[in-house]
């Protein structure tokens, strides 16, 4: 069975930068592509990038772009999305989620969400 | 980048209405279209893939039909246990896109 776990919540100041992991199981970690979502509170869900961990190719939002890098480490099977130079509108639950072996299939599998916060 | 705008935002229906959503691509997209179901404090889970392909061990009071830039999903019969924030996503283009979400409230 599919299991994706991250990591816990995090308390950041602006400026600061986060670092969520996300890690699987269930099946061959460098198989499956890997995106990455923001819900900010009480806001609907916005796509940040996906990583091929076969290959670590990565694409990313535009909005995002320059401030997020997502990683993938296939000795763990484990990704990765940082996230930089934060600020109070990045106050966000984080979720990982694989759309399997290709990247333009849905998501049947999503992690339980990982909560950041921005505050001073 | 594909805008799909997601409509009603609220819906408030009694059990064993029926309730339609629509999506609307700002482009064509194919079929590629899916909608998810996501419950307050928990993570989005996948209803219908493809526009119209039910997910495996979704109910069948749930369907979905359309191409190109008009997309529906239907709860036929609704129950409380539905209660939720609808989305659809599109994966035809980078960047990835999602509607802003239809909350359903069960009077």
């Known amino acids: 069975e599919v299991h994706l776990v991250q990591s816990g919540a995090e308390v950041k100041k602006p400026g600061a930068t986060v670092k969520i992991s996300c890690k699987v199981s269930g099946y061959i970690f460098s198989d499956y592509y890997m995106h990455w979502v923001q819900q900010a509170p009480g806001k609907g869900l916005e796509w940040m990038g996906l990583?091929?961990?076969?290959?670590?190719?990565?694409k990313y939002a535009e909005k995002f772009q320059g401030r997020v890098a997502i990683t993938a480490d296939t000795s763990t099977g484990t990704a990765y999305m940082e996230l930089s130079s934060l600020r109070s509108e990045d106050t966000a639950v984080y979720y990982c989620?694989?759309?399997?072996?290709?990247?333009?299939?849905?998501?049947?599998?999503w992690g339980q969400g990982t909560l950041v916060t921005v505050s001073s | 980048e594909i805008v799909l705008t997601q409509s009603p935002d609220f819906q408030s229906v009694t059990p064993k209405e029926k309730v339609t959503i629509t999506c609307r691509a700002s482009q064509s997209i194919g079929s590629s279209l899916h909608w998810y179901q996501q419950k307050p404090d928990q993570s989005p889970k996948l209803l219908i893939k493809y526009a119209s392909q039910s997910f495996s061990g979704v109910p069948s009071r749930f369907s979905g039909s359309g191409s190109g830039t008009d997309f529906t999903l239907t709860i036929n019969s609704l129950e409380a246990e539905d209660a939720a924030t609808y989305y659809c996503h599109q994966s035809s283009s980078l960047p990835q896109t999602f509607g802003g979400g239809t909350k359903v409230e069960i009077k």
């Open positions: 990583i091929d961990p076969a290959d670590g190719e990565t």
């Open positions: 989620a694989t759309p399997g072996y290709s990247s333009t299939y849905p998501c049947d599998y």
